[in-house]
């Protein structure tokens, strides 16, 4: 087919939506008027954009060949994707192309872009009609630089537009700005490198382990058990900085001591109270399931694992606390009412065993 028997579609895609976005003009844009219309609300409302000159290019190249007649025929159509560039971006250009081609049936396209990242689209529009000619639009500076400025005028949106991106990229730098003045007022400037490594630790761990997601989806379910969880983490990590800081000591006055004196001195170290490590354990757990226990009765759910679990709880620490005083003291022998605390031990040790055994059975 010689070529001034063509139909030849003028194409220009925007493949970021920036057109639609900026002029809320619906794509595709199909004709010269509507095109132009376009192009002059886009200059008025984003004259820095690159899609604007391209656009106007597109225009140009339909005014060409409709004077010289170098076509049968042809016709300028604007299309678009979305901010997100992705598969739903190219399905959308795919979709509003075969729009543009039930209106204007052409025999090949003159695809027109402003270089980046529009022209990855090209083997979506060759899956559909022929492209005859490729026209890249760069303006004011070198290629090279107009790709790369395009590029990071981009991302630089993306980021100001998605809220995760937005804290990661500007939020932290942010803050850690605001951490060294704070600390260089203090006179404390020294300490900025372990803060900063700090900070950086704990978000990685929390963004690589989705702690935030988590607690966010806790906090949504029971607010009661997330705080009795907090509550009880603070007392179990207290308990144990205390427990090994006594074993620590223990350790260093007698560094011929045993392994299981050692940790006899780690459970049965004194906290506030008369307290010990086993015992400021157990009411952490305590407080937990109990917190369960209330959350489950207020919803009218049944208890009776949350009663189980409390009796298994108080039973286990009982058990240590008898662990803990053999190990610290070898020679004791604790009494509860004329019963030597071994039985009781043992009973409560069995009994946990057939109520877990119970609770497999009727579950």
Known sequence: MAENSKRILILYVDRDGDISSVTKVATPIIGREKNYNAALNFALNAPEDSDLNALFYAIKLYDEFKFKKVFKDCEIATISGQLESGIESDIKIREELDKVLSVYKADGVVFVSDGGRDELVIPIISSVIPIIAIKRVVVGQSEGVEETFVILSRYFRKILNEPNL????????????????????????????????????????????????????????????????????????????????????????NPDAQVLQIIGEFLMAPFAYSLNTVIICTIALVIFVSSRLLEHYLDYKPIKFDLINLFFVVSMGIIFMYIGNVLKYPSFDFVVFGVNAIFIILLLFLLNIVVAILVRIYE
């Open 166 to 253: 937005r804290r990661v990229i500007i939020g932290i730098p942010g803050a850690l700005i605001i951490i060294y003045v704070l600390l260089a007022f203090l006179n404390l400037s020294q300490l900025f490198a372990l803060t900063f490594l700090l900070v950086i630790g704990l978000v990685a761990f929390v963004k690589g382990f989705n702690v935030d997601e988590l607690v966010f989806q806790a906090w949504s379910n029971s607010r009661i058990q997330v705080i009795s969880f907090i509550l009880a983490s603070v007392l179990i990590i207290l308990a144990i900085y205390n427990g090994a800081n006594f074993a620590y000591s223990f350790l260093s006055k």
